[in-house]
């Protein structure tokens, strides 16, 4: 390999306001109890739904509540039934807009009287009056819900239900359409469980996708099936996307649907994770990958989320348990990672390559409290890969959001929200990018009062700055030379003191130094041939990449 001198210059700012390439547009509070799923949802107008939905399918107390502000953080309106005084109590599933900004309402309603919860759906205006609503409830026996919804661009609504049916006897899946007067135009019962309790995707092809742990089925808009893809990863290899997941571990490109998946295997190590590919003839392809092949003690890798790059590039992004508290399947078993003890959770991200080449991981298990990180949900920012965490211990966290780069990992900028205006610690549960290119996250905030803790679902709005970081910070950096390099590595800096490491390809830690002076020496010798990152520990210095001869 030809030798030559480059020269990585990374910005290391050291304030998160110093470095920070989220902008603060404003920040709203409210006082939403903070339990259940919370959602931030954009209608067609511009205007932001933040959702309480029910975290039991259907069965929970019917205490949901929507509110809608304007991008200018303006509360319009919002909609619920905490007061239960119609004598009953609507749970929200779903939601979805027609080209209207009319919000529908998927779900149950749960009369106080009755033993069990009973279909809905409910339609709101755009300045939040409730227009109408119906049920699709056979009888009084059963618990029966509507599960999902989605609406085309042409206004067809879609639903899936589970109700009664006569002649199965009990509660089956149904495919429903109806008109936006709330009319019936299709209603489908799955008698066969062509696509069971699946998400429904509507990718806007013409066609309607189910996806649950097992198959992919795809509809007519009439509810015929047009294909079904067995998710097939061999024997012991047992497919599932793990609560509240589906919808965001599979995505659509070219014609193509792509789902990330956990896979449990029959040993219970579940150790990988597994990429399935299905053409628009329900040709199914399947991969398998496992993040740290380097740790003995690794178990439950569960993927959470994944960005389907325009390339064909994938981030996925979840956690995994590690320790010694793994599946101990006898004495006679060749897993010998023992029993019950200490186990710990860390997160991952991984990039796959358009050719399903696991190309780079980065690794952050739970080592330090105040540093350990959950991540909660992602985005994609010009090709780069947005992350948002839970950063910290669960009681005392606070949210961050960090950016990388898809070739390599490297860090772009990060953002750590402490106190605000709002709360004085910011928990999040989700985040969303807006068809505007304006950001927002959702949580939990607290606030510590005489009388205990207030807490309330935030909803803040950002933006990105619009100068790249080397504009704005470019009197703070760091040089790494020679690149490739074969015995020793020169990192030149003006201000950083501190630790660095130096992690391969799979994420694993290989070195450590500590930076005491402007230039310091690194010795490489011991190091394999291949491509390594440092990482600049204590600050926000990105990633830089090297090559080792």
Same mark, same amino acid.
């Given at each position: 390999?030809?030798?030559?001198?480059?020269?990585?210059?990374?910005?290391?700012?050291?304030?998160?306001?110093?470095?920070?390439?989220?902008?603060?547009?404003?920040?709203?509070?409210?006082?939403?109890?903070?339990?259940?799923?919370?959602?931030?949802?954009?209608?067609?107008?511009?205007?932001?739904?933040?959702?309480?939905?029910?975290?039991?399918?259907?069965?929970?107390?019917?205490?949901?509540?929507?509110?809608?502000?304007?991008?200018?953080?303006?509360?319009?309106?919002?909609?619920?039934?905490?007061?239960?005084?119609?004598?009953?109590?609507?749970?929200?599933?779903?939601?979805?807009?027609?080209?209207?900004? #009319?919000?529908?309402?998927?779900?149950?309603?749960?009369?106080?009287?009755?033993?069990?919860?009973?279909? *809905?759906?409910?339609?709101?205006?755009?300045?939040?009056?409730?227009?109408?609503?119906?049920?699709?409830?056979?009888?009084?026996?059963?618990?029966?819900?509507?599960?999902?919804?989605?609406?085309?661009?042409?206004?067809?609504?879609?639903?899936?239900?589970?109700?009664?049916?006569?002649?199965?006897?009990?509660?089956?899946? =149904?495919?429903?359409?109806?008109?936006?007067?709330?009319?019936?135009?299709?209603?489908?019962?799955?008698?066969?469980?062509?696509?069971?309790? &699946?998400?429904?995707? !509507?990718?806007?092809?013409?066609?309607?996708?189910?996806?649950?742990?097992?198959?992919?089925?795809?509809?007519?808009?009439?509810?015929?099936?047009?294909?079904?893809?067995?998710?097939?990863?061999?024997?012991?290899? /047992?497919?599932?996307?793990?609560?509240?997941?589906?919808?965001?571990?599979?995505?659509?490109?070219?014609?193509?649907?792509?789902?990330?998946?956990?896979?449990?295997?029959?040993?219970?190590?579940?150790?990988?994770?597994?990429?399935?590919?299905? +053409?628009?003839?329900?040709?199914?392809?399947?991969? !398998?990958?496992?993040?740290?092949?380097?740790?003995?003690?690794?178990?439950?890798?569960?993927?959470?989320?994944?960005?389907?790059?325009?390339?064909?590039?994938?981030?996925?992004?979840?956690?995994?348990?590690?320790?010694? /508290?793994?599946?101990?399947?006898?004495?006679?078993?060749?897993?010998?990672?023992?029993?019950?003890? +200490?186990?710990?959770?860390?997160?991952?991200?991984? =990039?796959?390559?358009?050719?399903?080449?696991?190309?780079?991981?980065? #690794?952050?298990?739970? *080592?330090?409290?105040?540093?350990?990180?959950?991540?909660?949900?992602?985005?994609?920012? #010009?090709?780069?890969?947005?992350?948002?965490?839970? =950063?910290?211990?669960?009681?005392?966290?606070?949210?961050?959001?960090?950016?990388?780069? /898809?070739?390599?990992?490297?860090?772009?900028?990060?953002?750590?929200?402490?106190?605000?205006?709002?709360?004085?610690?910011?928990?999040?549960?989700?985040?969303?990018?807006?068809?505007?290119?304006?950001?927002?996250?959702?949580? +939990?905030?607290?606030?510590?009062?005489?009388?205990?803790?207030?807490?309330?679902?935030?909803?803040?709005?950002?933006?990105?700055?619009?100068?790249?970081?080397?504009?704005?910070?470019?009197?703070?950096?760091?040089?790494?030379?020679?690149?490739?390099?074969?015995?020793?590595?020169?990192?030149?800096?003006?201000?950083?003191? &501190?630790?660095?490491?130096?992690?391969?390809?799979?994420?694993?830690?290989?070195?450590?130094?500590?930076?005491?002076? +402007?230039?310091?020496?690194?010795?490489?010798?011991?190091?394999?041939?291949?491509?390594?990152?440092?990482?600049?520990?204590?600050?926000?210095?990105?990633?830089?990449?090297?090559?080792?001869?």
């Amino acid at each position: 390999m030809k030798k030559s001198l480059l020269l990585f210059l990374t910005l290391c700012a050291f304030g998160n306001d110093q470095f920070a390439q989220l902008i603060d547009v404003w920040k709203n509070g409210t006082d939403m109890m903070t339990y259940d799923r919370k959602r931030p949802y954009e209608a067609p107008s511009g205007n932001i739904v933040l959702a309480r939905l029910d975290d039991y399918y259907g069965i929970g107390d019917g205490n949901d509540l929507l509110r809608c502000f304007a991008a200018n953080g303006t509360l319009l309106w919002s909609f619920g039934e905490e007061d239960f005084g119609d004598d009953s109590g609507s749970n929200f599933i779903d939601i979805a807009f027609d080209s209207e900004s #009319n919000t529908y309402i998927a779900g149950a309603n749960f009369p106080q009287a009755a033993q069990y919860p009973k279909t *809905e759906v409910i339609k709101i205006s755009p300045t939040g009056e409730e227009l109408w609503r119906i049920n699709f409830t056979q009888q009084s026996m059963w618990a029966e819900e509507v599960f999902e919804i989605e609406i085309s661009d042409d206004n067809r609504i879609f639903l899936f239900a589970t109700l009664f049916n006569a002649d199965a006897q009990t509660i089956i899946p =149904h495919f429903i359409e109806i008109d936006t007067e709330g009319e019936t135009v299709h209603f489908q019962p799955d008698i066969n469980f062509d696509f069971g309790q &699946g998400q429904m995707f !509507l990718p806007g092809d013409g066609f309607l996708y189910s996806v649950d742990q097992q198959r992919t089925t795809k509809l007519n808009y009439d509810g015929t099936v047009v294909w079904i893809a067995e998710h097939n990863f061999g024997d012991g290899f /047992s497919p599932n996307f793990g609560y509240e997941c589906t919808e965001y571990l599979v995505k659509f490109l070219n014609g193509e649907l792509y789902a990330i998946v956990r896979i449990d295997d029959a040993n219970n190590t579940d150790q990988f994770y597994g990429l399935l590919k299905i +053409s628009s003839t329900g040709l199914v392809a399947t991969h !398998l990958f496992t993040i740290l092949p380097e740790l003995d003690e690794l178990y439950s890798v569960n993927p959470l989320f994944c960005e389907l790059l325009p390339n064909g590039e994938i981030c996925v992004v979840g956690d995994y348990v590690y320790g010694d /508290s793994g599946p101990d399947a006898g004495e006679n078993s060749p897993d010998d990672r023992g029993g019950k003890g +200490s186990s710990y959770r860390g997160s991952f991200i991984s =990039h796959l390559s358009a050719t399903n080449m696991q190309t780079w991981v980065l #690794n952050y298990p739970e *080592e330090d409290d105040s540093a350990n990180r959950y991540p909660v949900g992602t985005f994609l920012d #010009n090709s780069r890969l947005g992350v948002v965490y839970i =950063h910290g211990n669960f009681g005392v966290s606070d949210q961050l959001v960090e950016a990388y780069q /898809s070739n390599d990992g490297a860090v772009v900028y990060t953002d750590l929200e402490g106190t605000n205006d709002a709360y004085e610690t910011s928990h999040p549960d989700g985040a969303m990018l807006a068809s505007d290119g304006a950001f927002y996250t959702v949580g +939990s905030g607290t606030n510590t009062t005489d009388g205990g803790n207030e807490v309330g679902i935030y909803l803040y709005k950002y933006e990105f700055t619009p100068l790249g970081l080397n504009e704005k910070n470019s009197k703070n950096s760091a040089v790494i030379y020679p690149n490739p390099v074969n015995n020793t590595l020169n990192v030149l800096t003006d201000t950083y003191r &501190g630790s660095i490491e130096v992690i391969d390809v799979l994420g694993k830690r290989v070195l450590t130094q500590t930076i005491v002076s +402007s230039l310091t020496e690194v010795n490489m010798v011991q190091l394999e041939a291949g491509l390594y990152h440092i990482r600049f520990m204590d600050s926000s210095c990105a990633l830089q990449s090297f090559i080792k001869e």
